[in-house]
């Protein structure tokens, strides 16, 4: 059995944030739902998470995930001091018991399943995870023989300067045999320079230790500032690029796009510059993105292009143009082979198959149906001051330049609005609408004036 604990009681004071450490955001989703989510594919049994610091907030954050157990450590006196926690809630439990930190958010899930192997291939009381850092300065130094197996870790201040030497650093991952652990925790002291009970003082307590260095140590940095948190946003970025890379999707510039990890390309897509995907998106077959797009929760069909705008919730068919500078915003469900030009906004309406939206117009609560040409400047006016009403073309109607379609309002099939119309009324299928002022023109008018 298995059971995974997540340290995630810290301040993280070097943040300066009002938000908790493990609440902050990488790549679309918080540092404790990446341990968390690192986890998974190990199919625990338990799964419990040390909480302290604005605890009901990250219990909050968290509620969505089932079957996760929150344990209360209150003060917080140390890593040890954390896992301690954990004696009353597994006390019947009898296993292995995986130790992570809530902002250590880039481990690969693949690594945890070789500590796992390793632990158990090895008989191990304690197997931890290691990294050779170019800078070890500030890290714990593990010191093992050539089968791995651990003689001691000592804390950077209390190594000798011949110890210094040695680059094979602690990365505070462990898994343990959770009974011998639960014998050695009450032993802990808070004897040393900051009165906190270790973790990494088990090492010593359990026997056999061993370790598992990681080939890539950027999976076992740790976040205590901005500065750590951008660095680690810049290298899952690159993960996240070169992954979908090697699935087929090409970026010109890939260093100025970011994504999220929830995002989804086709196969030949081609992403140009100062594009960014956030959310659960996905970009079909074939589609050409950018330059300069922000497109989130959205979803494109094969074959999309889209230049210079912003998508927001947005459902947009196979072979459609987007832009440049439009905006489609929660709620739009655009059909295939439509058009969405240059200053258009669309919110919460649907588009059938060829809608034409060409320039500078807002449609907003309106249903368009196959075929629709909306001249430029064109307004539904959706809103009467207290409600929102939803505005009706029918297949094969279009509308003239700066025409405004006041809603409730329901025009036929093959309509034809005139050009700077305003249309209050119901129109039948096959009529002209028209509803401005009579034309005036005065002669002579400037050379009569004094």
Not at 39 to 49: A, M, S, T, V
Not at 109 to 125: F, I, K, M, N, W
Not at 413 to 428: C, E, H, L, M, Y
Request: proline residues 4%; charged residues 20%.
């Amino acid at each position: 059995m298995l059971a995974v604990a997540v340290l995630a009681a810290g301040k993280g004071t070097r943040m300066r944030s009002a938000l908790p450490k493990v609440l902050q955001p990488l790549a679309g989703a918080s540092l404790v739902e990446r341990v968390l989510a690192s986890c998974d594919q190990l199919q625990p049994e338990r799964r419990l998470l040390i909480v302290g610091h604005q605890a009901e907030r990250v219990e909050q954050s968290l509620a969505d995930h089932a079957g996760l157990e929150f344990v209360l450590q209150q003060p917080q006196n140390g890593t040890g001091h954390a896992v301690q926690q954990l004696l009353e809630p597994l006390a019947d439990f009898s296993g292995d018991l995986l130790v992570l930190n809530g902002d250590v958010p880039l481990l690969r899930p693949e690594t945890l399943v070789a500590l796992l192997e390793q632990h158990h291939s090895s008989g191990a009381a304690v197997t931890l995870l290691s990294a050779r850092l170019a800078d070890p300065s500030g890290y714990g130094r593990v010191f093992a023989d050539p089968s791995g197996a651990v003689s001691a870790i000592v804390e950077h201040r209390d190594c000798s300067d011949e110890q210094r030497l040695n680059n094979l650093t602690n990365a505070g991952i462990y898994c343990f045999n959770w009974q011998q652990l639960a014998a050695a925790l009450p032993q802990l002291s808070s004897d040393n320079d900051q009165g906190e009970l270790y973790l990494t003082d088990t090492v010593a307590l359990l026997r056999p230790a061993m370790h598992l260095e990681v080939t890539d140590a950027d999976e076992i940095t740790g976040i205590n500032d901005r500065l750590q948190l951008s660095q680690c946003e810049a290298v899952l970025q690159q993960r996240l690029r070169c992954h979908w890379m090697a699935e087929g999707v090409t970026f010109t510039d890939p260093a100025s796009c970011s994504l999220s990890e929830a995002t989804r390309f086709g196969r030949d897509v081609v992403v140009e510059p100062q594009c960014h995907f956030r959310g659960a998106s996905s970009i079909g077959d074939g589609c050409r993105i950018g330059p300069g797009c922000l497109i989130e929760n959205s979803q494109l069909g094969e074959g999309c292009e889209v230049l210079h705008s912003v998508l927001r919730g947005a459902s947009v068919g196979p072979h459609c143009s987007v832009g440049p500078f439009a905006q489609l915003r929660p709620g739009s469900e655009i059909a295939e082979r439509c058009h969405i030009g240059n200053f258009v906004e669309v919110k919460n309406s649907t588009l059938a198959a060829g809608v034409k939206v060409n320039h500078l117009s807002y449609i907003g609560d309106a249903d368009l149906g196959a075929g629709v040409n909306v001249g430029a400047g064109t307004i539904t006016a959706n809103y009467d001051g207290e409600r929102k009403h939803r505005t009706v073309v029918g297949a094969g109607s279009k509308t003239g330049a700066n025409s405004v379609l006041v809603a409730p309002l329901q025009l036929g099939q093959n309509v034809t609005v005139g050009a700077g119309s305003t249309i209050t009324r119901d129109v039948p299928d096959n009529a002209l609408a028209l509803g401005r002022a009579r034309q005036l023109v005065k002669d002579n008018w400037r050379a009569a004036r004094p």
